[in-house]
């Protein structure tokens, strides 16, 4: 059993997630790979799946969405044979069903592509905008506390596909309905956002 990881990763949040799963894989005798999908073709990703038993997608999500970059990415992804895939996607609150939405990008390319893996992994915050409230998180204390949850979090998600224990967070109807209540206004909203941040 091998495992290839494919992730975006917006600020930095996401890759630590990735390469911290990796890692626990790794521990637990199966060979794992945090790969960016940045600069990464679909062609590239599916010679990196090759012989792999598992892939993995992993994201921050925005508005209870998968970011643009992931989206195109999974579009593009050519057939890699594989029928069960996982996924995490890395919030500050809350995603409601911030992977089983990617399943819908998924399937675009991969047919009948079922998620048998899902998990949501709270990160600190690392937008800036001070108006709305959104700030950064400094305080060391909180950034432990946070970072140590985090990897619990991934630890026993690791653990999980080890044993081959499907795991399957924000799959059901609470989920879904959080989910669409914030990803509704969200994409009608992303236009605009897309025009109104600077850095």
Not at 102 to 131: C, D, T
Request: contains cysteine.
């Amino acid at each position: 059993m091998k495992v290839n990881i494919c992730y975006f990763s917006g600020t930095g949040n996401t890759a630590w997630a990735a390469r911290k799963l990796a890692a626990f894989l790794e521990e637990g005798g199966m060979p794992a790979t945090a790969v960016s999908i940045e600069g990464l073709s679909g062609t590239d990703a599916a010679a990196l799946a090759e012989g792999r038993s598992h892939v993995f997608f992993g994201y921050p999500i925005y508005g209870s969405d998968v970011p643009e970059p992931m989206k195109d990415f999974l579009r593009g992804l050519p057939p890699l044979g594989l029928r069960v895939f996982g996924g995490f996607c890395t919030q500050e609150m809350f995603s409601g069903d911030g992977v089983r939405v990617m399943g819908h990008f998924l399937r675009a390319s991969q047919g009948g592509a079922r998620i048998a893996y899902a998990r949501h992994v709270w990160m600190p915050n690392n937008i800036s905008i001070e108006k709305y409230g959104f700030k950064v998180e400094r305080d060391p204390v909180k950034l432990t506390r946070i970072f140590d949850r985090a990897e619990a979090v991934l630890r026993k998600f690791a653990a999980d596909i080890l044993a081959g224990q499907e795991v399957r967070q924000g799959m059901n109807l609470g989920s879904r309905l959080l989910g669409l209540i914030q990803r509704g206004p969200f994409r009608l909203m992303y236009p605009w956002l897309m025009g109104c941040m600077s850095i």
